[in-house]
C-alpha cells in the first residue's frame, strides 16, 4: 500500500517537494513551476484556502487524490476545492485506488473505468463506461453494486467481484443473457430483487456462506442448474428462482425458515428435502415442477396453502404429524400420485380440491384402499 501525502496547510503544500515553487497570493493566486514530475498530492482540510483553476487542473490531471467531501462549485469546473474529511477514514477507504483515482465530485470518484460513490455504509459502484466488455473485474473495496448498473449488458461473460462485497443491488446483473458464471465472496449478505433475473446462460452460482438476503426474483428465469444455498439464509423471497427451467438440483440450508410463494415453481427440481426448521411453504412455492418426484416434508409445517404443490410429479407422500390444515388445491393435478401417508388425527382441514386430478380421485373410489397400519395414521393408495 502506497503511502498517501497528507497536505494540511500551504506550508506544507510549499514544502511537499522542494523542486516544486509556489508563490502564494492572499487571494489564492498559486503558480506552479516544474510540474511535470509530481503526483499523487492529497489536500485535506484546507477549506480556509482559496485554490486558483490553475492549481486545480494540475492536481487533477497528475492524479491526485483530494479528499471525500468535496464541493464543487459551479462558476466554473473545478474552480474551488474545499476538501473536509479525517485522514485516517480517507486513507483507509481510497487506499485501493491510488493509483488510478480522479475525483469527479462531492464523494465520487472514478477508477479505471468505473465511477463510485462514498457513502456511510461503503463505497458504492455506480457506472462503467465500457458497454462491450465481456470480462469484468469489480475493483477491490467496492462494497455495494448499484441496482440495475448492468441491466441487459449482453456481452458480458464473467465477472470477477471483490472480497469486500456486501451487497448486489436490485436488477444489477438482470437480463445479461451470456453470463456464465458468478462467484460470489463470503462478504456478500444481500441479493437484490431481480439481480439476475433472465440470465439464460447462468449455470453456476456459488453463494456466498454468508448470505442472509436473497430477495424475490432474484434468480428467476435464470439457466441455474443446482443451488447449494447458505445455512445462514432463513428465507428464500417468491420467485427466487421461478421458471429456472434447467435446476435439477436443490440443497436447502438447515435453518431455513421460509419459503415464499411461488420460489421454485416451474423448476425442474427432481427431489427436495426440506428441513425441520422450515415452518411456512407460500402458495404455489413448487407449482408445476413436474419432474419432482419425491419430497421430505418438515416437521415443524403446520399447513401446506393452496397450490403447492400442485401439478407436480410426485409419486408418494407422507405427510408429518405437524401438519393439521391442507388447503385448497396443494397437491392437485399430481398425475402420478398413487400414495399418501397421512395423519388421522392431526389434519383438521381437507380443502377443497386438495387432492384433485389425481389417480386417488379419478378412479371416483375405484382401485383406491384407505388402510390404518396404526392408530394415529392411515395410508390411501391405488393399488
Not at 483530494?66 to 473545478?78: A, M, S
Request: hydrophobic content about 35%; proline content about 3%.
Amino acid at each position: 500500500m502506497k503511502n498517501i501525502p497528507l497536505i494540511d496547510s500551504y506550508e506544507s503544500f510549499f514544502n511537499f517537494n522542494e523542486d516544486m515553487k509556489c508563490n502564494i497570493g492572499i487571494g489564492g493566486c498559486v503558480n506552479v513551476e516544474n510540474v511535470d514530475n509530481h503526483r499523487n498530492f492529497v489536500i485535506i482540510d484546507s477549506e480556509q484556502y482559496d485554490l486558483d483553476e490553475f492549481l486545480i487542473n494540475f492536481i487533477i490531471k497528475q492524479d491526485a487524490y483530494i479528499g471525500y467531501n468535496i464541493d464543487l462549485f459551479e462558476d466554473y469546473d473545478f474552480s474551488r476545492v474545499y476538501a473536509r474529511t479525517h485522514p485516517e477514514e480517507f486513507k483507509n477507504r481510497i487506499s485501493a485506488y491510488i493509483d488510478n483515482l480522479v475525483m469527479l465530485g462531492e464523494d465520487e470518484f472514478k477508477v479505471w473505468e468505473c465511477n463510485l460513490k462514498i457513502r456511510p455504509d461503503g463505497i458504492m459502484l455506480t457506472s462503467w463506461d465500457d458497454l462491450y466488455r465481456e470480462n469484468l473485474i469489480v475493483p477491490y473495496g467496492v462494497t455495494i453494486i448499484r441496482g440495475g448498473i448492468f441491466q441487459s449488458w449482453h456481452h458480458i461473460k464473467r465477472v470477477e467481484l471483490p472480497s469486500t462485497l456486501k451487497e448486489i443491488g436490485q436488477y444489477a446483473f438482470a437480463e445479461c443473457c451470456n453470463l456464465e458464471e458468478i462467484i460470489m465472496p463470503d462478504s456478500v449478505e444481500i441479493v437484490g430483487v431481480e439481480a439476475f433475473h433472465g440470465c439464460s446462460k447462468l449455470k453456476h452460482v456459488t453463494f456466498s456462506r454468508n448470505l442472509h438476503t436473497l430477495e424475490s426474483r432474484s434468480f428467476m428465469e435464470s439457466g441455474v442448474e443446482e443451488v447449494v444455498l447458505p445455512n445462514n439464509l432463513t428465507c428464500i423471497s417468491k420467485q427466487a428462482f421461478s421458471h429456472c427451467e434447467k435446476l435439477k438440483s436443490v440443497k436447502l440450508p438447515r435453518n431455513l425458515k421460509k419459503i415464499e410463494q411461488s420460489a421454485f415453481q416451474y423448476a425442474d427440481i427432481e427431489s427436495i428435502k426440506i428441513p425441520d426448521s422450515v415452518t411456512y411453504i407460500g402458495e404455489y412455492a413448487f407449482y408445476n415442477c413436474d419432474k419432482l418426484k419425491s419430497v421430505r416434508l418438515s416437521n415443524s409445517l403446520s399447513k401446506i396453502l393452496k397450490g403447492s404443490f400442485s401439478s407436480t410429479g410426485l409419486e408418494t407422500l407422507y405427510v408429518p404429524d405437524s401438519v393439521i390444515n391442507i388447503e385448497n388445491y396443494a397437491f392437485s393435478d399430481c398425475t402420478k400420485l398413487k400414495k399418501v401417508d397421512i395423519s388421522r388425527r392431526a389434519v383438521q382441514h381437507l380443502g377443497l380440491n386438495s387432492f384433485f386430478g389425481t389417480k386417488l380421485m379419478t378412479n371416483s373410489g375405484k382401485n383406491v384402499r384407505v388402510k390404518s397400519p396404526s392408530s394415529s395414521r392411515y395410508i390411501w393408495e391405488v393399488m
